[in-house]
């Protein structure tokens, strides 16, 4: 019994220092994945909550890494809208915002109790079929209707209500709009923050004390979103209007790809 106690304490150090060598290391994860996600928004107009979210459940779970990333997401989300906001589409923003912020309080509502798995397979393979049709030019020679344009504004908001993720069906939906580049990024922009606004009060009454608790990662991904948006616009006035679209479909094929094969 002695020796299993002296085994004890000899452990004890040594797993704390385990455990803190763990935890910088995850914190530094954090900070890097915040600043390229940052980056990718600042050009894509999408791309925060699908990169943060799967990295915070590692340690908080699905439920708490979705409500604790909507605070990075919507500091970064403001900063960008008010660099971009002269771009703004006021018409697809109209149609989308509404639509986009009933769905993101539905999802809000649904997302502790939503059957996740059967939710990243539909949302999987919408993203590649966007992707592919931007990629075989049938993006081009779609154009949505007001009805449509509701339709995938509120379906957009729903994922990002439930699962973190919003951008990517917007964004799909978005590339059968005639928008320009930083139009595109800005009205995509100004649908998110609706979002938001519709989906964290939510998120705060159901578990405003845990996301208390996780206040470190948090402010550490909020500094690193926010200085991956800095870093970003300034590499989105160089990209020109094809190059774009690619680059987005891009990753929509690649974030498809991943809700696919997490699921």
Do not use: C
């Not at 403001?78 to 539905?106: E, N, Q």
């Not at 989105?236 to 094809?242: A, G, M, N, T």
């Amino acid at each position: 019994a002695w020796r299993a106690r002296r085994g004890r304490k000899r452990a004890g150090p040594g797993n704390d220092h385990h455990l803190l060598v763990s935890r910088v290391t995850w914190e530094v994860a954090v900070a890097l994945a915040s600043v390229l996600a940052g980056a990718i928004a600042s050009v894509a107009g999408f791309g925060i909550g699908s990169i943060l979210t799967p990295l915070f459940s590692l340690h908080l779970g699905t439920q708490l890494a979705i409500a604790a990333v909507s605070i990075p997401h919507l500091a970064a989300t403001a900063l960008r809208f008010l660099m971009l906001r002269k771009a703004l589409d006021a018409t697809v923003l109209r149609d989308f915002g509404i639509a986009s912020a009933a769905g993101g309080l539905t999802g809000a509502l649904l997302h502790a109790r939503a059957g996740e798995p059967a939710l990243r397979i539909v949302f999987g393979l919408l993203l590649l079929l966007a992707a592919a049709s931007e990629f075989f030019g049938l993006a081009q020679r779609v154009h949505l209707s007001r009805g449509g344009a509701l339709a995938a504004g509120g379906l957009s908001g729903l994922f990002g209500g439930l699962v973190g993720n919003q951008g990517g069906i917007r964004s799909a939906a978005m590339l059968a709009l005639p928008l320009r580049r930083d139009a595109f990024v800005a009205t995509a922009t100004a649908t998110a923050l609706i979002v938001d606004g519709a989906r964290m009060p939510v998120y705060f009454l159901s578990a405003g004390s845990r996301i208390a608790g996780a206040w470190p990662v948090i402010a550490i991904a909020t500094a690193g979103v926010i200085g991956g948006t800095l870093l970003g616009r300034s590499l989105l006035s160089q990209i020109p209007e094809r190059p774009f679209r690619i680059l987005v479909a891009s990753l929509l094929a690649l974030l498809g790809l991943y809700m696919l094969a997490a699921h």
